[in-house]
């Protein structure tokens, strides 16, 4: 098993992973209406546009084994408005193909995620999770995060989803 930065020729696989995934983790947590507008061709247009432009700043990490990318991490400056100075990562994304769960990818997954925001000079990370996602968030916490408090409602899929926000020192 390793993780590397993801190349343009990644993206399908990693749009494959990431839809897998959103299935695998999201079926009874949220509607059906957003699982079905969550396909992979629509996730390779928009990795596409990323890995086409995609700021200094942010990186597209894959797991792979015996070359098959199993795995996905997206990370980058924190979007949320009190972080905007610039010293706070977020992990926008972290999946693991359901075939893979457990076996200890997305740890590693994690681990580097950190290891590379600590490397573009953040101080600390900040990830967004469905707050009724218990394996989430309870990946998140052995991971040593910590909910800080915030809540927010993201209705960027159409439907309101109640999400609470996760910190780690760097």
Request: proline share 3%; net charge negative.
């Amino acid at each position: 098993m390793g993780v590397r930065r993801a190349v343009i020729d990644d993206v399908a696989e990693v749009a494959r992973v990431q839809t897998a995934s959103w299935e695998g983790v999201y079926r009874g947590l949220m509607p059906d209406s957003i699982l079905e507008r969550i396909t992979v061709e629509r996730r390779e247009q928009m990795l596409s546009r990323y890995m086409s432009d995609r700021p200094a700043n942010t990186a597209l990490l894959v797991a792979e084994v015996e070359s098959e990318i199993v795995g996905m991490a997206w990370i980058g400056p924190s979007r949320d408005d009190d972080h905007a100075d610039g010293a706070v990562g977020q992990l926008f994304a972290i999946y693991v193909d359901p075939v893979h769960w457990d076996a200890g990818h997305g740890r590693e997954l994690m681990i580097r995620a950190l290891a590379e925001m600590r490397n573009l000079g953040f101080q600390e990370a900040s990830l967004w999770v469905l707050d009724n996602n218990e394996r989430g968030r309870g990946f998140y916490e052995r991971g040593g995060w910590l909910a800080d408090g915030a809540v927010k409602i993201d209705e960027s899929f159409g439907d309101p989803l109640r999400e609470v926000r996760y910190v780690i020192d760097l």
